[in-house]
Nanobody, 120 residues
Framework: VQLVESGGGSVHTGGSLRLSCVAS????????MGWFRQAPGKEREWVAL?????SYVDDVKGRFTISRDNVKNTVYLQMNSLKPEDTAMYYC?????????????????WGQGTQVTVSS
């Protein structure tokens, strides 16, 4: 099982980025997939999850959209209206179940992360 993220970068406030997470070794349609982020000095937190439905942490609702392409076996995170407080390393992760839970410890497989930096 391998998860590889891409799409991070540096943008100004209000900008957009789309993160991608390509999975190999299993089908993203069968498991809960999530995006998490970790800012310097802070704990890793969940951002968006997709299993049977989707869930978002409150401060990204209406700005971020998680989706998946089962043919490409890829999960995306479209991030719009970015703010400086969105600056973090973003990680893709997967549970070994289609049901989604928010705790970081519920996720068994992790990518290497992709950096997102938003400047004012």
């Amino acid at each position: 099982v391998q998860l590889v993220e891409s799409g991070g970068g540096s943008v100004h406030t209000g900008g957009s980025l789309r993160l991608s997470c390509v999975a190999s070794g299993y089908s993203v349609s069968r498991y809960c997939m999530g995006w998490f982020r970790q800012a310097p000095g802070k704990e890793r937190e969940w951002v968006a999850l997709i299993g049977r439905g989707t869930s978002y942490v409150d401060d990204v609702k209406g700005r971020f959209t998680i989706s998946r392409d089962n043919v490409k076996n890829t999960v995306y995170l479209q991030m719009n209206s970015l703010k400086p407080e969105d600056t973090a390393m973003y990680y893709c992760a997967s549970r070994a179940d289609v049901l989604c839970w928010t705790p970081v410890t519920q996720y068994k497989y992790w990518g290497q992360g992709t950096q997102v930096t938003v400047s004012s």
